[in-house]
């Protein structure tokens, strides 16, 4: 923690309590004296109140639809309002499809014949002029009544959008009509659980605004992913960040900031570039909490990815701070410089500097300008010759924790917006080719082929059907290339890869065996050659029981189900595996978990609900008192 450097621009500082949309009726200052909790008096009423009284204060939530919250209230107590939240999702996911249509047709068209005619629900009303659908332009109406239409041709239900967005306080007219155009696309089946999960956004936004809830924390981490998303590698284009250029720097410059402002007792830029703060505890020497993600991306990239985990302990540090609290150990909390490897061949370069695993020869990488990474480093101030001392020493640590978005449609589907992590999949990599006899298309008999993208199809309907039979593990043929192909030719060639993971390595590699004699059987049953190398073998990284069982604690404790997943892609807990005990707490990306895309989203309910999670970890780890690591 040696390399501080000046910024340029002043940051801005972190979101404080900005004032939240002209609709929001209930707004709280935390410098202001704490008002009763609004939080425990809605679950009173929730909880407490007569059963028909309860159902009648709630009926709003769901669209002419009073059955779910009735369902719900039959199975109270809840622990928590985010537990009663997931009753109200589970309750419509258990009921008869006949159910669920209806409940999507008891709303209203957006901005259609009914608004007009001035006889919405009061809900509805309000959240429509929320978005400001009454000031359309006669464009913009017109545009939306075709769309309507042509939706209500295809679907058979209308539009259902929470036009108060993600964070909870409005979408443009604009991103309501781009929505509308992207799902019109949509699969049937795939829309129909989208119009629901829409429906329980509503209703989770109208139980905000009958008890004057608001999720302040969720809601500085969000704007937090949205302030730090302005910095782009190109300022017009779309959100790219990658290692070390102008753009990056703004970021570690913005990221430094902000923890000095959270409380952050030591903040520096490392020789890696990875910005890195400590709050310390009580005991100077007691081993730390390690924490942290990535806040490089990839290209056209969510605001999320990475991000996510720099920010929630970012905002449970400031509130420690607000406190005046310190915890027995000291928190450690990294935002790593580079994870996703778009600009040099390497990946994971801020995290294993810390694992102690930075191979020198990447600096001799070159970019697709040809820059080593050894000049970008010392052209952004960096001193190469620094990192091998980044390395951690295992005793200095308690473990490592990562929140990170989901990036999956798993958390998305059973309406849970937060899951712990088992294993990270490990996984093996190949590149391959078929090669067989480019011949005249229309000439050549079927029984006399020779051809190599057939085989290739056979592969990968193989690796489907093989990598389907066991949970926990996927397999992918994401290469399919003929070089050259022509419309009127039998392929003679056709290149491939396998990507083969698992949550455990002999899983994966029972998978890698059989489908490399599958490959042997399909080239000698078509009369194929064929060529293949291994280019990648990472090992799975299994959860530490112990970590798992704290991240599965502090989620209870937030009043949800606790559901546990392994996680399909590569984190930088995958690295610091190699030092210390490391477990990951998942967020419920919206859209399906659709990730690396602009589309990527969480909303600030789900933000402030890992949060609170990460403070359960805090506080349980607090009440451990310093084990042993
Ligand atoms: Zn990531």
Redesign the pocket.
């Known amino acids: 923690m040696s390399t501080d450097r000046s910024t340029g621009d002043i940051p801005q500082r972190l979101p404080q309590e900005a004032p939240l949309g002209r609709t929001e009726a209930a707004r709280v200052d935390t410098d202001r004296p704490a008002a009763p909790d609004p939080a425990s008096a809605a679950l009173r009423v929730i909880n407490d109140a007569p059963l028909d009284e309860a159902a009648r204060h709630l009926a709003g939530l769901y669209e002419h639809s009073p059955w779910v919250v009735e369902a719900a209230l039959r199975r109270r107590p809840h622990a928590s309002l985010a537990g009663f939240r997931h009753a109200l999702a589970t309750a419509v996911r258990e009921a008869p499809r006949e159910a669920r249509l209806a409940l999507l047709r008891a709303h209203p068209e957006l901005a259609g014949r009914l608004a007009a005619s001035g006889t919405l629900t009061p809900d509805s009303t309000r959240e429509q002029q929320a978005a400001g659908l009454q000031a359309c332009s006669a464009e913009e109406l017109a545009r939306l009544r075709q769309l309507n239409a042509d939706y209500g041709a295809r679907f058979g239900w209308p539009f259902i959008l929470a036009v108060r967005g993600p964070r909870g306080t409005g979408l443009s007219r604009a991103e309501v009509i781009a929505t509308f155009e992207r799902r019109l696309a949509h699969p049937a089946d795939v829309e129909f659980d989208e119009c629901l999960r829409q429906v329980h956004r509503i209703a989770e936004l109208r139980l905000d605004a009958l008890f004057g809830l608001e999720p302040r924390l969720g809601r500085q981490v969000w704007d937090c992913a949205e302030l730090l998303a302005q910095h782009r590698d190109d300022p017009a284009g779309p959100l790219t960040v990658t290692y070390l250029t102008p753009a990056h720097q703004a970021c570690q410059a913005q990221l430094r900031h902000w923890m000095r402002d959270c409380g952050f007792d030591e903040v520096a830029v490392d020789a890696v570039g990875n910005v890195v703060g400590l709050y310390r505890g009580t005991d100077p020497h007691a081993p730390r909490l390690l924490t942290g ?2 806040f490089d991306t990839v290209r056209d990239a969510g605001r999320y ?2 991000r996510l985990g720099i920010f929630v302990p970012l905002v449970a540090v400031r509130e420690l701070h607000r406190a005046g609290r310190r915890l027995p150990f000291g928190i450690e909390l990294v935002a790593f410089a580079e ?1 996703e490897g778009q600009r040099y061949a390497a990946t994971f370069l801020g995290s294993s500097a810390l694992a102690g695993d930075f191979d020198p020869a990447w600096l001799d990488q070159r970019d697709a300008a040809g820059i080593p990474m050894r000049e970008a480093l010392r052209a952004a101030g960096l001193d190469p010759a620094g990192i091998p001392r980044l390395a951690r020493r295992r005793s200095d640590y308690l473990g490592f924790v990562e929140v ?1 978005i989901e990036q999956g449609p798993v958390l998305d589907a059973l309406d849970l917006p937060l899951g712990v992590v088992t294993s990270i999949n490990g996984s093996v990599r190949h590149l391959g080719e078929f090669i067989g006899q480019a011949s005249h298309a229309g000439t050549t008999p079927m029984g006399r082929r020779r051809d190599a993208a057939l085989a290739a199809a056979e592969l990968g309907l193989y690796l489907e059907g093989r990598a389907a039979r066991e949970p926990g593990l996927v397999g992918t043929v994401g290469v399919l290339e003929v070089p050259g192909g022509s419309v009127n030719v039998v392929p003679g060639r056709c290149r491939f890869s396998l990507d083969i993971r698992a949550t455990v390595d002999a899983v994966r590699d029972a998978c890698v065996d059989d489908t490399l004699a599958a490959i042997d059987g399909i080239a000698a049953r078509r009369g194929l050659r064929h060529t293949l190398r291994e280019v990648l073998r990472v090992p799975a990284a299994p959860s530490d029981p112990l970590w798992q069982a704290r991240w599965e604690r502090a989620v209870a404790a937030t009043g949800l189900p606790v559901h546990c997943l392994p996680s399909g892609a590569g ?1 930088d807990a995958m690295k610091l595996h190699r030092l210390l005990p490391q477990a990951m707490l998942f967020v419920r990306g919206g859209n399906a978990g659709i990730s690396h895309n602009p589309l990527e989203t969480v909303t600030g309910e789900d933000a402030q609900l890992a949060v609170e999670a990460f403070q359960h970890l805090l506080d349980h780890l607090a009440r451990e008192g310093t084990p042993p690591p």
């Open positions: 993600s990535h990815d990475g994870e990170h984190h």
